[in-house]
C-alpha cells in the first residue's frame, strides 16, 4: 500500500534561510507527487506537483521539489525563507491505479525573524 | 480563489443532530472530494464521488454519507453527531485523473456542542 511520510511535524528557520521539507514515499509504481499549503483558516492549495516529466519542478512562491527514484523521496525546498512562508505543507501521492490522493501528516513551517 | 464553493462556512450543532455541508466544484471538474481534518486525526479523506458516481471510499464512517447530483454538487451528511465530529470539512475538485491536482475549497468548520 501506498504511503507518504513526513519528517518533522514542525520545522523552524530563520528568515532568509533555507527551507527544507521533507517527503519519503512508498509505491510500486512510479507515482504523481504533490505538495500542497495550508495557511491558517484556508484550504489546501497546490504548490507543484510532479508527473514524470523533469526530476526538478518549480512551484509557486519561489518553492521547488526535486523528484529523487532511488532515494523515494520529493523534498520540498525554498532558497530564503519569508514571514509569508509560514503556513502547513503536505506531501501527497497517487498512482495510475488510485484516484485518491495519500496524504502526509503534514509539516508546520515556522519562520523566526 | 479555487473555484470551489462550500456552504455553510460554519456550523454549530449539538450532540446526536444531523448536518449537511454542501459543496459545487470547479466549472469542468467532474471529481469531488471530501476531507476531514481534525488537530489529532490530520486530513483524512473521506469520500471521492466521479460524474455521480461514488469512486472511492477512505475513512468515511457509517454515519456519515454523501452524494453527488447531476449538476455536480455535492453534499456530506453527517448524522448522530458526536463531539469527537467537530472538525473542518473540505470538498475538493478536480478532472477526476491521478495526474489532475485537486482544487479545494474554504471548508466548513462543524462544531459540536
Known amino acids: 500500500a501506498q504511503s507518504v511520510t513526513q519528517l518533522g511535524s514542525h520545522v523552524s528557520v530563520s528568515e532568509g534561510a533555507l527551507v527544507l521539507l521533507r517527503c519519503n514515499y512508498s509505491?510500486?509504481?512510479?507515482?504523481?507527487l504533490f505538495w500542497y499549503v495550508q495557511y491558517p483558516n484556508q484550504g489546501l492549495q497546490l504548490l507543484l506537483k510532479?508527473?514524470?516529466?523533469a526530476t526538478l519542478v518549480k512551484g509557486i512562491n519561489g518553492f521547488e521539489a526535486e523528484f529523487k527514484k532511488s532515494e523515494t523521496s520529493f523534498h520540498l525546498t525554498k532558497p530564503s525563507a519569508h514571514m509569508s512562508d509560514a503556513a502547513e505543507y503536505f506531501c501527497?501521492?497517487?498512482?495510475?491505479?488510485?484516484?485518491?490522493?495519500?496524504w502526509g501528516a503534514g509539516t508546520k513551517l515556522i519562520i523566526k525573524p | 480563489d479555487s473555484g470551489v464553493t462550500q456552504t455553510p462556512k460554519h456550523l454549530i450543532t449539538a450532540t446526536g443532530q444531523r448536518v449537511t455541508l454542501r459543496c459545487s466544484p470547479r466549472s469542468g471538474d467532474l471529481s469531488v472530494y471530501w476531507y476531514q481534518q481534525s488537530l489529532d486525526q490530520g486530513l483524512q479523506f473521506l469520500i471521492q464521488y466521479y460524474n455521480g458516481e461514488e469512486r472511492a471510499k477512505g475513512n468515511i464512517l457509517e454515519r456519515f454519507s454523501a452524494q453527488q447530483f447531476p449538476d455536480l454538487h455535492s453534499e456530506l451528511n453527517l448524522s448522530s453527531l458526536e463531539l469527537g465530529d467537530s472538525a473542518l470539512y473540505f470538498c475538493?475538485?478536480?478532472?477526476?485523473?491521478?495526474?489532475?491536482?485537486?482544487?479545494f475549497g474554504p471548508g466548513t468548520r462543524l462544531t459540536v456542542l
Open positions: 475538493a475538485s478536480s478532472g477526476g485523473t491521478p495526474y489532475n491536482e485537486q482544487f
Open positions: 509505491s510500486s509504481v512510479p507515482p504523481y
Open positions: 510532479y508527473t514524470s516529466a
Open positions: 501527497a501521492v497517487s498512482e495510475d491505479s488510485n484516484y485518491q490522493l495519500i
